[in-house]
C-alpha cells in the first residue's frame, strides 16, 4: 500500500509538472484559429493530464483531507486516517481551462507555512478549511489542537466557527497573547521529549500534535521563533504538525528575520493568487524525466499566470487559488458530530458507585476504620470501580478540568462516598471555593432542607483568598498539635494515634487554589508557606488536602497552580492527580493519557501524573467514567438526610461563610448575647471576620490609651459602618449605663444621627449635641462614646480639633471613646499630626491607604474590594478583613437573619470560638 502511495506521489508530481509547462495561450487570449482555449490537441493534453491528477489528488488526499468543501456533504463519515497523508490546500489553475487540485505533504512528513497572517482573507478562510479537514479525518482521540490567534481577543476570532468544540471540551480556547503563544510552545515541546531519552517515539503511537498560528502576537521575540524554528525541525518524526501563517515575519526588525520555515511547504500571497513552494525534500519538477523537466517557477523564469505572475525559485509553476473558507453548516454538522463521539455514553449512576446508602457502614459489619485511611469511590473502568484512598502513601490529590468538565460532580461523588463510609467522629471535612458563584450545593442545607452532610466541621462559599488563608493556618495548627499527641504518647502512625484517641481524619478541599496563590493577590507568600506546610505535616498527621482547579481563577487552565516555581516543593505532595477533560496539564509533560477527553471520564495517576513505556499496562494510571451527580439530585438529597439523622444530636451546624451575603448585626451571637450579658470591656461589632473559626470583626474600647475608631469611606459606606458601630456599642451595656453623644458637623450628618438616635435610644441615653461638649466632656466619666460621622470637617488647627486631640489622649482613662469617621486620609493625617498613637483603630472600606503610612501602622497593601473592609488594631497590630455588617441606621430591630442566608443554618448553632470548634466531634484534639 505504500509503495502505492508512493508510486501516486511521484506520478502527481510529474503530471503536474508536465501541465504547468505545457506550452499554451496566456490567459485572457486566444490562440489563432482556436474556437476556444485549450482547443487542439495541446487542449486535449491538458484536460487529460488535469483528470489525472485529480485522480491522483484523491488517491493522495482521500476523504476529508482532499475533497472540495464548498459540494461537501456531512453524510462523510469522520476519521478513517490511520497513517500519514497529503492534504489539499486549494486549486491550480496553469491555464484558464486547465484545473487541478493542490495537495502538499502532511501527516507523518510535513508542515505548512503561509507568509501573510489571518488579517488577510484567503489566509482565514485556508486555516478554517485545514482545521476542518483534519478535525474531520484523524479520529478525535488521536488528534490534540492548540491554535494561537494573536490578533484575536475575542469569539469573533479565525477560529470562531469551532467554538462548540470548546465547548465540549476537545479544543482549548485560542491563545491570544505571547504568553499564550509560549505556553503552546512549551507543551509542543514537551510533546517531543520522549518518555525514555533511548527510545524513539514515532508519532506518539498515532497520537497526532496539532498547532495552528493563525498571526503571531504582538511582542513576539526572535527566541519564540527560534522555537517554532526548531519545533519544525523534529516535529514530524514525533507526530508535531504545524500550520503558521505570518512566516517568514515580515523583516520590520532584523533580528526577526528568518528563512522559510523548515520542512514545511510554504505559500506565499499574491493578487489573487498563491503561489506554492516545493514541499520539503521534493520538487515539482517532473522526476520521471530524470531531473531534465522544464522548470520555469523562477522570478527570471517568467513563470506565467495571471497578468504574467512570476513565482519564488522552485515551486509549483503554477498560479494557485486557495480554498475559500468552508460552509457554516458543513463546519457546525463536523463539531455537533465530534462533539457526539465525545459523549462517552451511558454514565455510571450513584447508586453504582455509592456503597448502598440503607446499610449503616458506620457501625455494621461493613464498617471500615478511618484510621488505616479513608477509601471512595472514582468511578468505572468498564465495570471495574476504581477506588481511591486518602492514606501515607496517597496523602493529597489534584483533579483538575476546564470550565464545565465536572469538577463539582467529582469532588460531589468523592464527598458522598466519604459520607457514606465513615461516622463524624471518624472524618471531619473543610470545604473552601474560592470561585466566583456557589458551590457545594449539594452538601448543604436548601429553602425547603435542613439536612448537611454531618462530616462537615466549615464551608467557604465564594470565599476570599483570606479565607483559604484561615483554613490553612488552622489545619497547621492542628498538625502541630497532632505531632504534639503523637511524641507525648510515643506513636509514629497516626493509625495508632487514631486508634488510641480517636482522633478523626481531616479532609479540606479547596477549589481553585491557584486564587489564593495569585502572586498579585493579598496573601500569596503566605498561602504558599501553609500550603506546603499542611501538605507536608498532613501525610503523617492524618490531614489530607484535595485541589480542584479549574484554572477558572488563573486565565489559563491550572497555570497559576502548576507552572510557578513551588512546582517541586509543593506539588510534589500530591501523587494523585486526576485529570477530567481539559486537565490533562496536570500530568507530566511526557503523559499524554488525558488529551482529548471527553466529558464525564477523568485518568486516575497515583504516581504524581507521570506516566511510562508506551503500550505498557500503567498500574498507578486509570481511565474511568463517573457519574453525574446532578441528574440525581433527589437521590443525592434523600441520602444526605439518611445520613444527617444518623448523625450526632443534637446536630452541630457546619461554619458557614458565604462571601456574597452580608451579615445582619441583629442575627449575630455575638451581638445577641452581649444584648443579654453585656461584654466587659465593651466592644463595637463591625462584620464577619473573614476567618475560621468564625467571629466578628470587633474592636475593644478597653481603658487604655489609644481605644478609639477611625473609619474611612466614601459617603454611602463610612456612615452606615459607622452608625452599625454605634448600635453594637449600646448593646455591650447594660441599659441606661452609657452616654452616646453624637455630634452633627453638617446638615446631612444630623439628619442620619436623628435616625440613629431612634435606634439606640431605647436601649442607652442620647444627646444630639454640638461641638462644646468637646470642652467639657473629658472632665466627666464614663461610660460614654462621642459619635463624629464626618470628621473632615474639623479645621486641624481649630480650637475643636485641639480639644478633640485632648480628649481622644484622656478619654480612655475615664471610659470616654471617640468614634469617628473621614472620607480623606490626609485630613486625618494632618488632624492626628506627630500623634498618631492617639487613634488605634483603623477601618478601610472602599477607600486606599494611601498616606497612612505615616499614621498608625503601614496599611498600603490594601486594595479595597466590593462588600469588605480592613480592620487595623495598631497596639496589636493585628489586621482583619472582614464583610461589614448590612446598613442598621435606619433598619428595624429583628431578631431573624435576612432571606439571603434562608440557607444557612441558624447562626445560634453555629460555633463562634476557637473552644467552640475544638469540640465538635473531636476534631482538633
Known amino acids: 500500500m505504500n509503495a502505492e502511495l508512493d508510486r501516486a506521489t511521484v506520478l502527481h508530481r510529474s503530471a503536474a509538472a508536465a501541465l504547468a509547462a505545457l506550452d499554451g495561450p496566456k490567459p485572457g487570449t486566444t490562440a489563432p484559429g482556436a474556437g476556444q482555449i485549450g482547443a487542439g490537441p495541446a487542449g486535449t493534453a491538458q484536460h487529460e493530464i488535469a483528470e489525472e491528477l485529480r485522480v491522483l489528488a484523491a488517491r493522495l488526499a482521500p476523504g476529508w483531507l482532499g475533497a472540495p468543501l464548498d459540494v461537501q456533504t456531512p453524510a462523510m463519515p469522520l476519521g478513517g486516517v490511520d497513517r500519514g497523508g497529503h492534504l489539499r490546500i486549494g486549486v491550480a489553475q496553469p491555464l484558464d481551462d486547465a484545473r487541478f487540485p493542490v495537495v502538499v505533504p502532511f501527516l507523518g512528513s510535513a508542515h505548512l507555512a503561509v507568509d501573510g497572517d489571518a488579517r488577510d482573507r484567503r489566509v482565514a478562510g485556508l486555516l478554517r478549511a485545514v482545521l476542518l479537514r483534519l478535525l474531520a479525518a484523524v479520529p ?90 526548531r519545533l519544525a525541525q523534529v516535529g514530524p518524526e514525533h507526530g508535531l504538525h504545524l500550520v503558521v501563517a505570518g512566516w517568514p515575519p515580515p523583516p520590520v526588525d532584523p533580528e526577526l528575520a528568518r528563512a522559510d520555515l523548515p520542512r514545511s511547504t510554504t505559500i506565499r500571497l499574491r493578487n489573487p493568487y498563491v503561489l506554492v513552494g516545493d514541499p520539503p525534500g521534493e520538487s515539482f519538477r517532473d522526476p520521471l524525466a530524470g531531473g531534465a523537466g522544464p522548470v520555469r517557477n523562477s522570478d527570471s523564469a517568467g513563470a506565467r499566470g495571471p497578468a504574467g505572475a512570476r513565482g519564488p525559485a522552485g515551486g509549483l509553476n503554477s498560479p494557485v487559488y486557495l480554498d475559500d473558507d468552508p460552509p457554516g453548516h458543513l463546519v457546525e454538522q463536523v463539531c455537533a458530530e465530534l462533539t457526539a463521539q465525545a459523549d462517552p455514553g451511558a454514565r455510571p449512576s450513584l447508586a453504582e458507585l455509592l456503597p448502598d446508602p440503607a446499610v449503616d457502614h458506620w457501625s455494621g459489619p461493613s464498617a471500615e476504620p478511618a484510621a488505616d485511611g479513608l477509601v471512595t469511590g472514582a468511578g468505572f473502568d468498564d465495570q ?20 464545565g468538565a465536572g469538577l463539582d460532580e467529582f469532588v460531589t461523588n468523592v464527598l458522598y462516598g466519604l459520607a457514606l463510609r465513615y461516622r463524624p467522629a471518624e472524618l471531619a471535612v473543610h470545604l473552601v471555593d474560592l470561585s466566583a458563584g456557589s458551590s457545594f450545593t449539594t452538601v448543604l442545607p436548601g429553602p425547603h432542607d435542613p439536612s448537611w452532610l454531618p462530616q462537615l466541621v466549615s464551608v467557604g462559599v465564594e470565599a476570599d483568598p483570606e479565607y483559604g488563608v484561615a483554613v490553612l493556618r488552622h489545619l497547621a495548627v492542628q498538625a502541630e498539635r497532632r505531632a504534639w499527641q503523637a511524641d507525648r504518647t510515643g506513636t509514629n502512625k497516626f493509625a495508632d494515634l487514631a486508634t488510641a484517641t480517636g482522633m478523626p481524619r481531616i479532609v479540606c478541599v479547596i477549589k481553585e487554589p491557584a486564587a489564593l496563590l495569585d502572586p498579585a493577590g493579598p496573601v500569596a507568600a503566605e498561602g504558599l508557606d501553609l500550603l506546603e506546610k499542611v501538605a507536608r505535616a498532613g501525610r503523617a498527621h492524618g490531614i489530607h488536602l484535595l485541589l480542584a482547579d479549574s484554572g477558572a481563577e488563573a486565565g489559563t487552565a491550572g497555570r497559576g497552580l502548576v507552572g510557578g516555581p513551588w512546582r517541586e516543593s509543593v506539588l510534589s505532595q500530591f501523587p494523585v492527580r486526576v485529570a477530567l477533560a481539559g486537565g490533562d496539564w496536570v500530568l507530566e509533560p511526557s503523559n499524554d493519557a488525558a488529551a482529548g477527553l471527553p466529558l464525564g471520564t477523568a485518568v486516575i495517576n497515583t504516581a504524581g501524573g507521570l506516566g511510562g513505556p508506551r503500550g505498557a499496562t500503567r498500574g498507578h494510571e486509570r481511565s474511568v467514567r463517573f457519574p453525574d451527580p446532578s441528574v440525581e439530585a433527589g437521590k443525592l438529597a434523600a441520602v444526605r438526610r439518611q445520613l444527617w439523622s444518623r448523625g450526632p444530636a443534637p446536630a452541630v451546624a457546619p461554619q458557614l461563610f458565604v462571601g456574597y451575603e452580608r451579615p445582619d448585626l441583629d442575627a449575630d451571637p455575638a451581638h445577641r448575647r452581649a444584648l443579654a450579658d453585656p461584654a466587659d470591656p465593651p466592644a463595637c461589632l463591625l462584620g464577619r471576620a473573614v476567618d475560621l473559626p468564625a467571629r466578628p470583626a470587633e474592636f475593644r474600647f478597653e481603658r487604655s490609651p489609644g481605644r478609639h475608631l477611625a473609619i ?27 452616654r452616646i453623644l453624637l455630634l452633627p458637623l453638617t446638615g446631612p450628618d444630623r439628619q442620619l444621627l436623628e435616625r440613629l438616635a431612634g435606634r439606640v435610644g431605647d436601649r442607652q441615653p442620647v444627646d444630639i449635641v454640638d461641638s462644646d461638649v468637646v470642652r467639657t466632656l473629658g472632665d466627666s466619666a464614663g461610660p460614654a462614646y462621642l459619635v463624629v460621622p464626618a470628621a473632615d470637617e474639623l ?115 453555629v460555633p463562634d470560638t476557637e473552644a467552640d470548634l475544638d469540640g465538635m466531634r473531636e476534631v482538633h484534639q
Request: with cysteine.
Open 140 to 229: 478525535q482521540r488521536q488528534l490534540t489542537v492548540r491554535t494561537v490567534d494573536g490578533i484575536s481577543t475575542s469569539r469573533a476570532g479565525v477560529f470562531a466557527p469551532f467554538r462548540p468544540l470548546v465547548e465540549a471540551g476537545l479544543l482549548r480556547p485560542t491563545a491570544t497573547d505571547r504568553a499564550g503563544l509560549r505556553a503552546a510552545l512549551a507543551e509542543a515541546e514537551q510533546w517531543l521529549r520522549p518518555a525514555r531519552p533511548a527510545v524513539a517515539r514515532h508519532r506518539r503511537h498515532g497520537r497526532l500534535l496539532l498547532l495552528v498560528v493563525a498571526s503571531l502576537p504582538e511582542l513576539t521575540d526572535g527566541a519564540d521563533l527560534d522555537r517554532l524554528d
Open 384 to 403: 471495574t470501580p476504581v477506588l481511591l484512598r486518602f492514606n501515607e502513601i496517597t496523602p493529597h490529590w489534584i483533579v483538575a478540568g476546564r470550565p
Open 712 to 738: 474611612f469611606g466614601t459617603d454611602r459606606t463610612g456612615p452606615d459602618l459607622l452608625a452599625t458601630a454605634v448600635v453594637s456599642v449600646a448593646a455591650q451595656h447594660p441599659p441606661g449605663s452609657a
Open 795 to 909: 479645621e486641624p488647627a481649630g480650637p475643636v480639633a485641639t480639644r478633640l486631640r485632648n480628649l481622644l489622649d484622656a478619654g480612655p482613662g475615664r471610659g470616654i471613646h471617640v468614634l469617628a469617621c473621614w472620607r480623606r486620609v490626609e485630613r486625618f493625617v494632618a488632624f492626628l499630626g506627630p500623634s498618631p498613637e492617639l487613634i488605634a483603630g483603623i477601618v478601610l472600606l472602599d477607600l486606599p491607604a494611601t498616606g497612612l503610612a505615616a499614621g498608625p501602622g503601614a496599611l498600603s497593601s490594601w486594595r479595597p474590594r466590593p462588600g469588605r473592609g480592613l480592620l487595623y488594631d495598631g497596639q496589636t497590630d493585628r489586621q482583619t478583613v472582614f464583610v461589614p455588617f448590612r446598613a442598621t441606621a435606619t433598619a428595624a430591630a429583628s431578631s431573624s437573619p435576612s432571606a439571603g442566608t434562608a440557607t444557612v443554618p441558624d447562626a445560634a448553632t
